[in-house]
């Protein structure tokens, strides 16, 4: 049983695992298990392929509902971006995953610990694990925590343009005059902000700060969305 | 609403679906859509985007909980057997669902409703949708008769090695000594079959029927797998 892990688990998420095996067997790399033979020991991979559909189908279902609007490529595109390597890898270092890893020797030597492939792994066998564990709900409180904050916090960003989604749901029943003003930029020269109000139809909808005026008018939209949605 | 697919749901899967625009949305493609305006139709996109991780999630649990000691290469393999377009867009076909696409003039002339790629869409589209109405039961109970009856009739055999498998099941607890014996050629030159005797330690477990001595072992196999697992 790994210990520090299971208080990290507790402390962080009050998650607390009824099948212990299970939680090791998430974390536990093929190269440990084979310098530690005849313990009976698994190793994560088959918790892996598990894990990775629970991911999927927790995801999709979330942007689905969450974005009403959205079209399909969009949406394609937003869940490829929270599902990937880079991202599970960052997930799982923030959870700390990346203490626990069973690795052997040579593997931990070649830094396989730090390694994205790996931490995206062990990210969706600790999933999976939990899946099984206790069901899907928890899995959704889990990710509740860890993934879906990001999209507020802007990190997919890059993928939604949340101008464009906002001209979509503004523009179901008909055309929409839809005008972004520049009302303040403050700051000095390295640190400028950047102020705008969103006005649709001549009624002022939401304001935007950011460090570009695209940025701006990206954050007012992304509001202005909220509130929406809030709405219905 | 698409009356005669209802029928033919209430039919052949007992399915009666609630939420009925959901149903039509799941068989609405977009060219049929802007033939149609000022209708408020939906076309089948977002459905099919949520209903891929559907399926994902139902066969991935399906296949990990049937296959208890299958390593995670060919539970990877498996499911992308059967997961993957031409599956899907067979799948589709048994279950009549081309006879019900809503499609634009020029996508029908063009033979779009036996394209692969949209039956493959349709069957993810459906699925969505059953789940949306009907919550992931229902989805487990209709992939229970169209697709898991697939892998007993030996749909996907050329991806799972039986014989393989049947060894990693047996020496899990050490080394068996596995034979496979031919016990009969019967038939003509043109339509020849091959029965074999499985033993494993000087026991008999199975026997074995194909066109070939190699099919023959894989049948054989597979039975010894099967009373293996009902015994479990």
Chains 1, 2 share one sequence.
Do not use: W
């Not at 310098?35 to 279902?61: M, T």
């Not at 390694?115 to 206790?134: K, N, P, V």
């Amino acid at each position: 049983m790994i210990k520090a892990l299971e208080d990290d688990l507790a402390q962080n998420f009050n998650i607390h695992f009824n099948n212990h095996d299970l939680l090791d067997e998430a974390f536990t790399q093929a190269s440990y298990v084979n310098e530690h033979p005849n313990q009976g020991l698994k190793f994560y991979e088959r918790i892996e392929f598990l894990g990775d559909a629970v991911l999927q189908i927790v995801v999709s279902e979330y942007l689905f509902k969450r974005y009403p609007e959205m079209p399909q490529g969009k949406l394609t595109r937003l869940r490829a971006a929270m599902v990937k390597e880079d991202s599970f890898s960052d997930f799982a270092k923030e959870c700390h995953f990346d203490r626990y890893i069973r690795l052997g020797k040579g593997e931990e030597l070649s830094g396989a610990r730090q390694r994205s492939s790996l931490l995206c792994d062990i990210f969706e066998s600790f999933t999976g694990a939990l899946y099984l564990d206790q069901g899907r709900d928890a899995v959704e409180e889990f990710v509740q925590k860890v993934i879906f904050p990001k999209l507020d916090e802007g990190r997919f960003d890059h993928v939604i343009d949340h101008k464009s989604e906002l001209q979509e749901v503004l523009q179901v029943h008909g055309d929409v005059d839809i005008d972004y003003q520049l009302i303040a930029e403050t700051g000095g020269e390295n640190d400028r902000v950047f102020e705008v109000e969103l006005i649709a139809d001549g009624k002022k909808l939401s304001r935007g700060k950011g460090t570009s005026k695209k940025l701006a008018e990206q954050n007012a939209a992304n509001k202005a969305l909220q509130q929406i949605k809030s709405k219905k």
